[in-house]
């Protein structure tokens, strides 16, 4: 017997219509879509300059060379592919967000901590990241205050995410090809203006380790969103073409556009200072007309982030169990986070270098954990269906237990930031920052032992 939740009202394929309902399953009435579209989805919102600078803190920070940077940007990015790659499947197949599909492995209170964690690491944490990089590039572009171009871009952005799923697929569509156009050519002019053969300034073993945690903490932050936009597509889509589209969407987009970054502080970058504007930096290494047009890309690249990021913010935010009692629950939802992210990114925009690799390191440390569990209860049922689970009053103590001992054990022991070094990191500095690492492992091995037995029975 199926306990699935159908979401109710009238939606369809349109635009401007204001998308009804919560984290219920799409009826087949309002399916629409392609496995291909994905690609544009998850290539628009990584095409921006948050992601350049990601690159950027390898060469920056972490005294890596080009080269050094540039291998440890491809294995992250792979690690946060793959797993959008798997996630996305169950999209077309249940109809419900990602954090939804997450209570066959951690039950429907078990999973309000992991739900708890997304809602605020994409609705407010990365929601502030990209708004503070889209309003220097406006600022930069317009000559106004910073704090005005970041009023402008979360309106524009919150009342995207406001609309619903519809009209954000339709801006990552349009985005697409401008964004696709103007950072190719930055990125010539970025890689041709470099000094790629620089030598390095630091520790490379802990360093390359920390640029695979910064570099797989961006790509893997959109793991938990993964069902969200592939929700829609008929249930007869191929759902592996799904899971490649969206994945090869995020690695080839995160690893260009970070490897342009290390080769961007070659070439003259700096860092995010106090009275500094590195969007600044970066399109001044480009003639004028070609500076402002990267600039303009990297607002629309901020705003192509962060309808993504307000949207599944509000789908975590109502699976941990909110009740906002409206037809448009998600919608008002939606605009809380906005809120919530202006006043973050508010507070943060004075010193967004340091707060930017914090945040990077500390998404990697919950999503490892949380990946580990997820990867595990797939693995165990085999691919059966879950559809029975998603919306039932039932527990599954293994997920969160998994979740919780090995994200604790990882930042206890591996975690190397500015607020906090671990256990093993202080007495040896040079292994850099696996708790990511440590915290997959961890959680997959002991979910796997203990949640055994109860999956069986529930085949």
Do not use: C
């Not at 309000?112 to 944490?125: C, D």
């Not at 390359?208 to 249930?235: E, H, T």
């Not at 559809?387 to 994200?407: H, Q, S």
Request: aromatic share 12%.
């Amino acid at each position: 017997m199926s306990n699935l939740e159908i979401r109710e009202g009238e939606y369809g394929d349109k635009v401007l219509a204001v998308e009804p309902g919560g984290i219920e399953s799409i009826p087949t009435k309002d399916r629409h879509g392609k496995a291909r579209n994905l690609f544009a989805t998850w290539t628009s919102p990584n095409l921006e300059f948050a992601t350049i600078y990601v690159g950027a803190l390898g060469v920056l920070f972490f005294g890596l060379t080009f080269w050094q940077a540039a291998l440890a940007i491809i294995i992250g990015n792979l690690l946060g592919g793959l797993g959008q790659y798997v996630l996305t499947q169950d999209g077309p197949k249940y109809g419900v967000p990602q954090m939804v599909i997450g209570r066959a492995a951690f039950g429907k209170l078990g999973n309000i901590l992991p739900s708890i964690f997304n809602a605020g690491a994409a609705g407010i944490g990365w929601f502030a990241v990209n708004s503070v990089s889209g309003a220097f590039a406006l600022a930069d572009l317009t000559k106004m205050k910073v704090i005005v171009a970041l009023v402008i871009v979360v309106l524009i952005q919150v009342a995207i995410a406001f609309i619903g799923h519809n009209l954000v697929q339709t801006v990552e569509k349009y985005l697409f090809p401008y964004l696709v156009i103007v950072f190719g050519v930055a990125a010539i002019y970025a890689l041709s203006k470099g000094h790629l053969n620089a030598h390095a300034n630091g520790h490379t073993p802990g360093g390359f380790l920390l640029l695979v945690g910064a570099s797989y903490g961006y790509a893997a932050g959109w793991n938990p969103f993964s069902a969200d936009f592939a929700r829609y597509l008929p249930s007869s889509t191929d759902a592996k073409a799904a899971g490649r589209s969206a994945g090869l969407g995020i690695f080839v987009s995160a690893t260009v556009l970070e490897i342009v970054g290390a080769a961007a502080v070659t070439a003259g970058l700096h860092g995010y200072g106090a009275n500094t504007n590195p969007t600044g930096d970066f399109t001044h290494l480009m003639p004028t007309f070609l500076g402002k047009l990267v600039l303009l890309g990297i607002v629309g690249g901020s705003i192509a982030a962060n309808v993504l990021n307000i949207y599944s913010g509000s789908m975590s935010f109502l699976t941990i169990g909110i009740k906002l009692g409206s037809h448009q629950r998600r919608a008002i939802s939606a605009i809380i986070f906005g809120i919530l992210g202006f006043l973050l990114a508010r507070s943060a925009i004075n010193n967004p270098a340091n707060n930017y690799e914090n945040f990077l390191l500390v998404m990697s440390y919950w999503i490892g954990p949380w990946l580990g569990v997820i990867l595990a209860d797939k693995v165990l049922r085999k691919g059966a269906s879950i559809e029975k689970l998603l919306f039932a009053n039932r527990e599954n103590l293994a997920g969160p237990i998994a979740f919780v001992v090995a994200g604790f054990i990882s930042i206890w022991g591996f975690s190397n930031q500015s607020y906090y070094s671990g256990y093993f990191v202080k007495r040896h500095p040079g292994i850099g920052d696996i708790a990511f690492l440590i915290g997959f492992v961890l959680a997959f091995a002991i979910y796997y032992v203990a949640a055994a037995k109860k999956v069986k029975a529930e085949k």
